[in-house]
Antibody, heavy 114, light 106 residues
């Protein structure tokens, strides 16, 4: 079964840091771009960042560029999101998703900034 | 930034109805458009990519069409399990963007 599972969310103070992880299974992880997408409570979906198969290219939404870093470890089938200088507006459920059209999605991990 | 405008923002229909949701892009995105279903309290699920290609395992009651700037998601024979918010998403250019969502109720 093709799936991704996120972890690492939690409660953090404004200005703090958090590292999210996503473990993939059921597909050849190293052959796909991977993304982080978030959803603030009661709001719509927002793409956050993505990374090329070999990690050589990374793209970010403007609101997180310079504060968040996306990375991957293909040997561990894992995707990461290092989030620094967190703000209240970063509070959301963060999802890991495969490819440019996001399939599959994980169950998400909740980040609370307060 | 490519903006996506979905309409309507919400709709109420009856069981068995045919439902159509539109998504308009602020510039030509050829067919780089996907659709997602998000049931209440659940993670999103991919329905369609490339504007009209059904994801594996998605029932054929869902269909997508369009190219350029105007796209449509159609649900035939609406059922209670189709109650959800539906989002379009473009992957033609960065930042990747979503429409605001269409909430479908029965």
């Amino acid at each position: 079964e093709v799936q991704v599972v996120e972890s690492g969310g939690g409660l953090v103070q404004p200005g703090g840091s958090l590292r999210l992880s996503c473990v993939a299974s059921g597909f050849t992880f190293s052959r796909f771009w991977m993304s982080w997408v978030r959803q603030a409570p009661g709001k719509g979906l927002e793409w956050v960042a993505n990374i090329k198969e070999d990690g050589s290219e990374r793209y970010y939404v403007d609101s997180v560029r310079g504060r968040f870093t996306i990375s991957r470890d293909n040997a561990k089938n894992s995707l990461y999101l290092q989030m620094d200088s967190l703000r209240a507006e970063d509070a959301a459920v963060y999802y890991c998703a495969r490819d440019f059209y996001f399939d599959p999605w994980g169950q998400g991990t909740l980040v609370t900034v307060s | 930034e490519i903006q996506l405008t979905q309409s309507p923002s919400s709709l109420s229909a009856s069981v068995g109805d045919r439902v159509t949701i539109t998504c308009r892009a602020s510039q030509d995105i050829t067919n780089y458009l996907a659709w997602f279903q998000q049931r209440p309290g659940k993670a999103p699920k991919s329905l369609i990519y490339g504007a009209s290609n059904l994801q594996s395992g998605v029932p054929s009651k869902f269909s997508g069409s369009g190219s350029g700037t105007d796209f449509t998601l159609t649900i035939t024979s609406l059922q209670p399990e189709d109650v959800a918010t539906y989002y379009c998403q473009q992957y033609k250019g960065y930042p990747l963007t979503f429409g605001g969502g269409t909430k479908v109720e029965i």
